[in-house]
């Protein structure tokens, strides 16, 4: 897969591509539906599959901190697209700029002049353009006009509902990660490097994987029973504590400490996966570390009695 940051790093495909626009965060099973829609597209017309993203994500340029929590990071996203049939990601800036364009010249400067699109395929509820005035009919309008065409995926559904990015952070903001994998497809997972903290769990007798998440909110929060990967081609078994450690420093940034099970081996510098299977507690203040302890003591017992039954069926 071919990474084009901005448009000015852009060349317009001589022979046209296929393509379709939208933020894909979480990369969900709707997302995949759309994009293995767009990739048999794209080999019966034998064109390069494109998908278009944007960063920021348009509600964090409008709504700053108000926008909701994303469900992945940018290096997460692209890492996830490298595994589908996609063969050019495209990362476009959000700014004034490009919120202003209105939305016919959004597909006369981006569409034709920019990409030379052949085919288009979106989700049912994309908009695009100044006050969001781009929808399908108008693409489908501006497609007759243009020698485009244009597809939509409809919804697609797990058990009844429709699956979109917000039903999952719903889901995880309620704990329930084993809903927020059915419609991911995939359990809930935060990739990282590990990177030194204060060693504080190690004088308590839990030494953690530390990931900075560098972001203020995350759609996730608590204690979970989690896997991690990325070390040895290994499925490792632990504990994790995802908050601003309220007991240690109450702190705003948010940090992911994992405490692996039966391990011991150095992994600073090691870029990880964290994979959540099941919640065990909310983040909570404690009146000591001796209190902090004994609690994780009652955590790690639970996590270890989850993956024993997990692994007995």
Known sequence: MRLIRGLCHLEPFENGCVLSIGNFDGLHLGHHAVIEKLAARGRTLNLPVVIMIF????????????????????????????QLPVDNL????????????DAEEFVNEILLKKL????????????????????????????????????????????????SSTLIRDALGIGDVTQAERLLGHSY??????????????????????????????????????????????????VANVGTRPTVDGGSKVLLETHLFDFNQEIYGRYVEVHFKQKIRDEMRFGSLAELQTQIDVDVAVARDFFATKNSL
């Open 116 to 163: 030379n699109v052949k085919h288009l395929v979106i989700g049912d509820d994309f908009h695009f353009g100044k006050a969001r005035r781009g929808n399908f009919a108008l693409l489908k309008e501006q497609g007759k006009q243009h020698g485009f065409s244009v597809e939509d995926t409809g919804s697609y559904y797990v058990d009844g509902l429709r699956v």
């Open 189 to 238: 997972s935060i990739c990282g490097r590990v990177a030194h903290g204060d060693k504080r769990g190690r004088t308590i007798g839990y030494p953690t994987a530390n990931i900075r998440l560098f972001r203020k909110n995350t759609p996730i929060n608590g204690v979970f029973a989690v896997t991690m990967t990325g070390i040895d081609g290994r499925e490792l078994t632990g």
């Open 55 to 82: 960063e920021p994500q348009p509600l964090e340029y409008f709504l700053s901190a108000n926008a909701p929590t994303r469900l992945m990071r940018l290096r997460e996203k692209v890492i996830q697209f490298n």
């Open 90 to 101: 495209l990362i476009v800036k959000f700014n004034r700029e490009f919120a202003d364009y």
